[in-house]
C-alpha cells in the first residue's frame, strides 16, 4: 500500500510538472479576477456600512425632532383648551355684568318711567 501511495505521488508530480505556461497565466489571472472581486465586494460592504450608519444617525436626528415637535404640539393643544376655558369664562362674565346692568339700571329707569 505504501508504495501505491508513493507511486500516486509520482503521477501527481508529473501532471503538475507538465502544466504549461499558458495554464499558470490563466490561473494567476482567475486568482487576481477573484481577488480583485472579493476586494470590490469589501468596499461594497464597507459603503453600505457607510449609508446604513448615515442613515441610523438621521433617523435617530429626526426622530428627536418630531418628538420635540409632538411634545410642542402638545403644550400648545394644552394652552389652547386653557384659553377656551378662558375666553368661556369671560362670556359668562359677560352675560353675568350684562344681566346686572339690565336689571339695576333698565330696571330702575323702568320704575323712573311709571308715574308716582
Avoid at 394652552?79 to 369671560?90: F, T
Amino acid at each position: 500500500m505504501s508504495s501505491q501511495h508513493t507511486s500516486d505521488r509520482s503521477k501527481v508530480l508529473r501532471v503538475s510538472s507538465f502544466e504549461t505556461s499558458s495554464e499558470r497565466s490563466q490561473a494567476d489571472t482567475v486568482d487576481q479576477s477573484g481577488g480583485a472581486i472579493l476586494a470590490l465586494v469589501q468596499k461594497a460592504a464597507d459603503v453600505a456600512k457607510g449609508e446604513y450608519d448615515r442613515a441610523l444617525s438621521l433617523a435617530h436626528q429626526l426622530s428627536v425632532q418630531l418628538r420635540a415637535a409632538e411634545d410642542r404640539a402638545a403644550e400648545l393643544e394644552a394652552r389652547i383648551k386653557q384659553m377656551e376655558a378662558n375666553a368661556h369664562k369671560a362670556e359668562d362674565w359677560l352675560a353675568h355684568i350684562h344681566k346686572e346692568i339690565e336689571s339695576k339700571f333698565l330696571g330702575q329707569k323702568g320704575m323712573r318711567s311709571q308715574p308716582s
